[in-house]
């Protein structure tokens, strides 16, 4: 676990950084050079893994008294959520340096919160589930309420913190149901079919844990939360916990839903249903009402979780791989949304009338990743819809909801549609927070390749499992 170990001492060491290094530029120009150095450590550890399962012929390795399994799938998206940290810290860095005074310490909660995602994504014992829910969990309270100068992000912060502390009081009591139904937090030791009278204990332990997994990844209607935290917090630490966080929480759901509780299905698989429509439905009717961008975005952050639900309830091969194409699409979507929102000084859809006259190429990147974020064809975010449908039609017993979520899609159009109108059929003189560098145009260009890049070969990313 090399990634891990890692990143818990870049985080350190930026801490160590923010003791003594006083330009705030240097902390961004570090930070890009550790993420950067992360990225390979995890390739470097995805090769050994590899190599070392086809020469052994096993299905993953175990770490920390079996606790920890990595295997090449769940290596692999590690470096991608590593890969995707670093073309966020690159394009949010200057917005990161003016949120506060405390710019390393930022940095280092970054990097800690990387480490919660490494275990989220390689746990084979509910108590590193656990861990690195609460290590993702805790600096994102931090990062919420960093901006000491906007009374909306105290706010922000407040209801993130109390809202995850009673998401984890419920995890941890589905946990301690499960331990007296099962006896066991190794998850490759459940046996549900000697569980006897004790099957009421296991199955409301699964559903205790649907309902904190729906906290966290803003499932209606546990999502009341998120449009006022997503909104107050600063906006580059809104972009990070709509996208790298949040699917990174997926990924750990999935897992444990697929390898541990896919037995039961016909137990759980209906209440995650109804979670879903109603994810669905809300999202995307409520983000149709919205005047902010922002908080749009907060709103179609839970219509997107709704189909990210979708690989949950199917829990099979297609929708293992179409978590990734999900994860990937969905997050530099909406990175490059955020940067391009990060540079308005209105974000309101009247701040972005006539964008197009006056700065098209912001326009123009804006609107590639909206048509990705409605599931427009040739776009990452087509295929990654397909592979949640597909998933979905599979496992074959949620026909309706499939039928839900492409209706959603459509009323998705609207709501992203109208930014882009604004952007292009509109008169108007938006103004600009900041300037556009060389530098942004060159990274928005990266998210607008790889939107068209995944969205006609995503087999390319498939094939490195």
């Excluded at 996208?243 to 039961?264: D, E, M, P, Q, R």
């Excluded at 600009?432 to 390319?460: E, N, Q, R, S, W």
Aim: with cysteine; net charge positive; aromatic share 14%.
């Amino acid at each position: 676990m090399k990634p891990l170990i890692a990143s818990a001492l870049f985080g350190i060491l930026m801490m160590f950084a923010a003791l003594t290094v006083k330009e705030r530029r240097s902390f961004s120009v570090f930070a890009l050079v550790l993420l950067a150095l992360l990225t390979g450590i995890n390739i470097w550890e995805l090769a050994e893994t590899r190599q070392a399962l086809s020469s052994n012929n096993m299905g993953g390795v175990y770490f920390f008294k079996n606790m920890v399994k990595v295997d090449a799938f769940n290596l692999w998206f590690n470096t991608l959520m590593s890969a995707l940290t670093l073309l966020y810290v690159g394009l949010m860095h200057r917005n990161i340096e003016r949120v506060g005074l405390h710019v390393g310490e930022y940095y280092a909660l970054i990097f800690f919160i990387l480490s919660g995602i490494y275990l989220m994504s390689t746990f084979n014992n509910l108590l590193i589930l656990f861990l690195g829910i609460e290590l993702m969990s805790i600096p994102q309270y931090i990062l919420a309420g960093s901006d000491k100068r906007n009374l909306k992000s105290s706010e922000a912060s407040l209801k993130y913190f109390l809202m995850g502390a009673f998401s984890t009081g419920i995890l941890l009591m589905g946990m301690a149901l499960l331990y007296a139904a099962l006896r066991t937090f190794n998850i490759e030791q459940f046996n549900f079919s000697m569980l006897g009278s004790n099957t009421i204990l296991a199955v409301a332990g699964i559903i205790l844990m649907i309902i904190s997994f729906g906290f966290k990844v803003s499932a209606a209607p546990m999502h009341f939360w998120t449009p006022d935290v997503y909104d107050g917090a600063p906006t580059p630490f809104t972009a990070f916990m709509a996208t790298i966080v949040k699917v990174a929480i997926f990924f750990g759901f999935l897992s444990i839903f697929k390898n541990a509780f896919y037995t039961l299905q016909g137990t759980w698989a209906l209440v995650l249903g109804i979670i879903t429509a109603l994810t669905l439905i809300i999202g995307n009717l409520t983000a149709v009402f919205q005047q902010s961008v922002k908080r749009m975005l907060a709103y179609s952050s839970i219509a997107q979780a709704g189909f990210m639900l979708f690989a949950i309830i199917a829990s099979n091969a297609m929708a293992s791989k179409g978590i990734l194409v999900y994860a990937v699409a969905y997050s530099v979507a909406t990175l490059g949304l955020f940067a391009v929102l990060a540079k308005m000084k209105d974000y309101t859809y009247d701040g972005f009338n006539g964008l197009a006259k006056t700065h098209p190429y912001l326009a123009a990147a804006a609107a590639v990743f909206l048509l990705s974020l409605a599931g427009i064809p040739a776009t990452a975010g087509f295929m990654a819809k397909y592979y949640m449908i597909a998933a979905l039609i599979e496992d074959g017993y949620f026909i309706w909801l499939v039928i839900l979520g492409l209706l959603m899609a459509a009323v998705s159009v609207y709501y992203y549609f109208k930014v882009i109108m604004a952007m292009y059929f509109r008169e108007g003189t938006p103004e600009l927070a900041h300037p556009v560098t060389v530098a942004d145009k060159i990274l928005l260009g990266i998210c607008v390749a790889l939107v068209f890049a995944l969205g006609i070969l995503p087999d390319m990313l498939l094939s490195c499992i």
